[in-house]
């Protein structure tokens, strides 16, 4: 696989072609990258050092300069999740979360929290990461060899309103109703 400053070209052209798609449905976006792992990004998520994008070209580029690297004190998934529920947006920048793992067990993670308002877990390479979401969460599992569907499946999920449904109740039995 060819790799470009440590990310593969196959999940470069993914978030390329997802913010081509979220910019073209939303002109009006503004997107924050934070990647956790062998970068050299901060640990600690601090809402005002998230570079956003405001544009495709600006996001692409964001992608295209994110520089990885070996080292022993790279956050795992459980880290990073402890490091997002840890942040505060007090500016309130950002609606909503897009967490990506690929990460097959996922029982011993914590969960995300469900105040970055609408959360996103993205199971690449086909895992299914659940156990990150809060209750109100949504899940888009992506295989390895991902298609156009997949892109629109994230896209959807992140800007379609929540529905929350409650069980019906009522004060009497259920009774067959006959209509004269």
Same mark, same amino acid.
Request: with cysteine; net charge positive; proline share 5%.
């Given at each position: 696989?060819?790799?470009?400053?440590?990310?593969?070209?196959?999940?470069?052209?993914?978030?390329?072609?997802?913010?081509?798609?979220?910019?073209?449905?939303?002109?009006?976006?503004?997107?924050?990258l934070w990647l956790y792992g062998y970068t050299y990004l901060p640990t600690k998520v601090?809402?005002?050092?998230?570079?956003?994008?405001?544009?495709?070209?600006?996001?692409?580029?964001?992608?295209?300069?994110?520089?990885?690297?070996?080292?022993?004190?790279?956050?795992?998934?459980?880290?990073?999740?402890?490091?997002?529920?840890?942040?505060?947006?007090?500016?309130? *920048?950002?609606?909503?979360?897009?967490?990506? %793992?690929?990460?097959?067990? @996922?029982?011993?993670? =914590?969960?995300?929290?469900? !105040?970055?308002?609408?959360?996103?877990?993205?199971?690449?390479?086909?895992?299914?990461?659940?156990?990150?979401?809060?209750?109100?969460?949504?899940?888009?599992?992506?295989?390895?060899?991902?298609?156009?569907?997949?892109?629109?499946?994230?896209? *959807?999920?992140?800007?379609?309103?929540?529905? %929350?449904?409650?069980?019906? @109740?009522?004060?009497? =039995?259920?009774?067959?109703? !006959?209509?004269?």
């Amino acid at each position: 696989m060819i790799r470009v400053r440590g990310i593969t070209i196959l999940n470069l052209n993914f978030w390329v072609k997802f913010g081509y798609d979220i910019f073209d449905e939303f002109p009006t976006s503004r997107i924050g990258l934070w990647l956790y792992g062998y970068t050299y990004l901060p640990t600690k998520v601090e809402p005002s050092e998230i570079k956003t994008a405001t544009n495709y070209t600006g996001f692409r580029n964001l992608l295209y300069y994110m520089t990885y690297f070996f080292t022993h004190g790279a956050l795992n998934t459980a880290k990073a999740i402890d490091a997002l529920n840890a942040m505060y947006d007090t500016e309130h *920048r950002f609606n909503c979360l897009v967490f990506c %793992t690929a990460q097959y067990r @996922t029982t011993h993670l =914590p969960s995300l929290s469900s !105040r970055f308002g609408n959360v996103v877990a993205v199971g690449l390479s086909g895992t299914n990461p659940k156990e990150v979401l809060p209750w109100d969460g949504r899940l888009v599992s992506v295989p390895y060899y991902y298609d156009e569907s997949h892109i629109r499946a994230i896209v *959807r999920a992140i800007v379609e309103p929540k529905t %929350t449904t409650k069980k019906a @109740t009522s004060t009497t =039995p259920n009774s067959a109703v !006959r209509i004269h």
